[in-house]
């Protein structure tokens, strides 16, 4: 059973900083590409950042320079460092396992934790 499990979040003021977890379970987790989403009130899910399972990374481009995605496979966690927060950064946040099945890839997403930033 496929469990993932965000941490991390909170209220912070602009400018600050946030480092959210990601802890993954029932998955190969160092063979798995990662991801972090975001949804805002009344807008649509967003792709954050993204981790292959090699290591490489992929960011939106209002994030790039401020948030910086990372795993640990030993321990099975996703993390998002997020610095210079900004009032538009304030979402629930997701992440992500594309996993490999007999069946082709399928996403497994966490439950999420809010970030909110005050201006």
């Known amino acids: 059973q496929v469990q993932l499990v965000e941490s991390g979040g909170g209220l912070v003021q602009a400018g600050g900083s946030l480092r959210l977890s990601c802890a993954a379970s029932g998955i190969t987790f160092s063979r798995t590409n990662m991801g972090w989403y975001r949804q805002a009130p009344g807008k649509q899910r967003e792709l954050v950042a993204t981790?292959?399972?090699?290591?490489?990374?992929n960011y939106v481009d209002s994030v790039k320079g401020r948030f910086t995605i990372s795993r640990d496979n030993a321990k099975n966690t996703l993390y998002l460092h997020m610095t210079s927060l900004k009032a538009e950064d304030s979402a629930v946040y997701l992440c992500?396992?594309?996993?490999?099945?007999?069946?082709?890839?399928?996403?497994?997403w966490g439950q999420g934790t809010q970030v909110t930033v005050s201006s």
């Open positions: 992500k396992a594309e996993v490999e099945t007999w069946l082709g890839k399928r996403d497994y």
């Open positions: 981790i292959a399972s090699a290591g490489n990374t």
